[in-house]
């Protein structure tokens, strides 16, 4: 089974993505999707669970998104890291 997370201190955010996420799903994929928004409940969440595929904000208010990566990717380094910003200085263009 896929497990998929999806991590913004925003719940909109969050939701948004979920649904996307929804929408082009495959049926022939055994997959779980999890939103978290809290990041309390984050840092509790990542370790005890492990996921194949995050999706996870940059910003995440008293926490950076790229420290919790190194996290994720300690303690599982297969782990496919997205991230999702709406902070433009963190485009590369």
Request: proline share 1%; aromatic share 10%.
């Amino acid at each position: 089974m896929m497990k998929i997370l999806v991590c913004d201190d925003d719940q909109q955010y969050v939701d948004k993505i979920m649904n996307y996420l929804d929408l082009y799903k495959n049926e022939n994929i055994d997959h779980s999707i999890k939103g978290i928004s809290d990041i309390d409940q984050l840092l509790i969440d990542i370790k005890i669970n492990k996921y194949d595929l995050v999706y996870l904000d940059i910003e995440l208010g008293k926490v950076n998104g790229i420290d919790i990566a190194h996290r994720l990717m300690e303690s599982n380094p297969q782990c496919i890291i997205v991230f999702v910003t709406g902070y433009y200085q963190y485009i590369h263009h």
